[in-house]
Structures are given as C-alpha cells and as structure tokens.
C-alpha cells in the first residue's frame, strides 16, 4: 500500500464518519468510516516505513585472467548508503 492510498482512505472514512448524515438500516457508516480511517493510518506509517528502510547499494563487477594459473578471476564489490 503507497502512501497515495492510505491518504485516500483516510479521506474516505473521514467523510463517512464526519460528513454524511443519512442511515443505512443494515450498515454502519460511522464504524466503516473509522475502520477506513485506521487502515489509512496504518498504510501511511507502513509506506513510510518502507520507504525508509530502501536501501541503495552500487555493484561493481571485475573480470581478469589470473596471469600465473590462467584462470578467470572475478570480483564483486557491493557497497551500501552508509546513511542506512
């Protein structure tokens, strides 16, 4: 869940619960605005959660012929955002 659609749920429960005066007979629209309006919160932490936690990392790759025994030597380097 982006944080584009925990915002628009939070929207929507707020609305239904803050903004609408009519009853249903077999729904509550107070309760299904609050149930909305957590999930909006709980998606919007967990985007920025999640955002947070990327990590950027940079892999370089080398290839060489071992000159003594002839064989191919490849090295890796992976190297991570120190910031994370």
């Given amino acids: 869940m982006s944080l584009g659609t925990g915002i628009v749920l939070f929207v929507i429960g707020a609305i239904l619960v803050f903004a609408t005066d009519f009853q249903l007979d ?45 064989e191919r030597v490849t090295e890796r380097v992976t190297d991570r955002d120190p910031l994370v």
């Fill in 26 to 70: 077999f729904i509550d629209l107070d309760v299904v605005g609050y149930i909305l309006m957590i999930a909006g919160v709980v998606g919007v932490v967990l985007g920025l959660v999640l955002l947070l936690r990327r990590r950027q990392s940079v892999s370089t790759t080398r290839s060489a012929v071992d000159p003594v025994g002839g």
